[in-house]
Nanobody, 114 residues
Framework: VQLQASGGGLVQAGGSLRLSCVAS????????MDWYRQAPGKERELVAG???????NYADSVKGRFTMSRDNAKNTVDLQMSSLKPEDTAFYFC?????????WGKGTQVTVSS
């Protein structure tokens, strides 16, 4: 099983980016898929995930600006990021629990210039 994220890049403050993550391999069941990020010198943090009841949860710093969506049929999870700020600059990782095991994608770099 692999997770492959894409869609990162360089964008000006106020701009938008859409990240995509696809899970591939022998997949029988995906319990959840979510997004983390890690900025230089900082700990990895949860950006968007699905809590109990299937409701998406977002870090306070991205609420109202980021939207996560999942396509169960395609085994994908996207992260639409709008009104980007320089502090959103980080390496973004896809994370999932598949077939009872946890997986991390290699990540994609998002850089927001001021």
């Amino acid at each position: 099983v692999q997770l492959q994220a894409s869609g990162g890049g360089l964008v000006q403050a106020g701009g938008s980016l859409r990240l995509s993550c696809v899970a591939s391999g022998n997949i029988f069941y995906i319990a959840f898929m979510d997004w983390y990020r890690q900025a230089p010198g900082k700990e990895r943090e949860l950006v968007a995930g699905v809590g109990s009841g299937g409701i998406s949860n977002y870090a306070d710093s991205v609420k109202g600006r980021f939207t996560m969506s999942r396509d169960n049929a395609k085994n994908t999870v996207d992260l639409q990021m709008s009104s980007l700020k320089p502090e959103d600059t980080a390496f973004y990782f896809c994370h999932a629990k598949i077939n009872g095991l946890l997986y991390w994608g290699k990540g994609t770099q998002v850089t927001v210039s001021s």
